[in-house]
């Protein structure tokens, strides 16, 4: 069976730093594109980055560009998003998914975490 | 900005039919690809169409997909509504520039 563990949100001040995890278990890791999908409660999914089964590929939504770091580690089989200078409006529970492809091109949402809730507030 | 529109809320009865649209304010439905994803209250969302029309193992043949050139757009079709199918859902295409776009989110309602 697919699974998708998140872990790592919690309560952050503004202008801080989170590192989530996400541990993938079920499937040949290294032959799929991840993704991270953010929510805030009660409002629709955003995507927020992309990183294909190499890491030769990673992209970023507009809103955390230059804030975020997403990355991989294909022997533990394990995707990673490096949040910093955490603004309020990044409140959200973030999804971990995994990609139908291995690249992050034209991406489709195969299967989702349960997700994990960051809450940045002072 | 590639924007995909669909509408607020749906609602039918029990095993009737109903439909989401998904409209795309740019590019051609047919040049791409949409999928769909349903989220139940308080769950993680679901994948339930994907490639414009191809359902994941697991999901009742009651969803179906298709796109429309004429309107370009895509639609999710449910049939034979259940209870359980009321959830919250969403489209999701691409282009150019971006390579995830949502759409806003239908909510679905079972009366």
């Known amino acids: 069976e697919v699974q998708l563990v998140e872990s790592g949100g919690h309560l952050a001040q503004p202008g801080g730093s989170l590192r989530l995890s996400c541990a993938a278990s079920?499937?040949?890791?290294?032959?799929?594109?991840m993704h991270w999908v953010r929510q805030v409660p009660g409002k629709g999914l955003e995507w927020v980055s992309g990183i294909s089964w190499n890491s030769n590929i990673v992209k970023y939504a507009d809103s955390v560009k230059g804030r975020f770091t997403i990355s991989r580690d294909n022997g533990n089989s394990s995707v990673h998003l490096h949040m910093s200078s955490l603004r309020t409006d990044d409140t959200a529970m973030y999804y971990c998914?995994?990609?139908?492809?291995?690249?992050?091109?034209?991406?489709?949402?195969?299967?989702w975490g349960h997700g994990t809730m960051v809450t940045v507030s002072s | 900005n590639f924007m995909l529109t669909q509408p607020h809320s749906v609602s039918g009865s029990p095993e009737e039919t109903v439909t989401i649209s998904c409209t795309l304010s740019?590019?051609?439905?047919?040049?791409?690809?949409v999928h769909w994803y349903q989220q139940r209250p308080g769950r993680a969302p679901t994948t339930v169409i994907f490639?414009?029309?191809?359902?994941p193992s697991g999901v009742p043949d009651r969803f179906s997909g298709s796109i429309d050139r004429s309107s370009n757009s895509a639609s999710l079709t449910i049939s034979g509504l259940k209870t359980e199918d009321e959830a919250d859902y969403y489209c999701?295409?691409?282009?150019?520039?971006?390579?995830?776009?949502f759409g806003g989110g239908t909510k679905l309602t079972v009366l």
């Open positions: 999701q295409s691409f282009d150019s520039f971006n390579p995830v776009v």
């Open positions: 490639r414009d029309d191809q359902r």
């Open positions: 998914v995994k990609d139908y492809s291995d690249t992050v091109i034209h991406c489709s949402m195969d299967v």
């Open positions: 740019s590019g051609r439905v047919a040049s791409t690809y």
């Open positions: 079920g499937f040949g890791f290294d032959d799929y594109a």
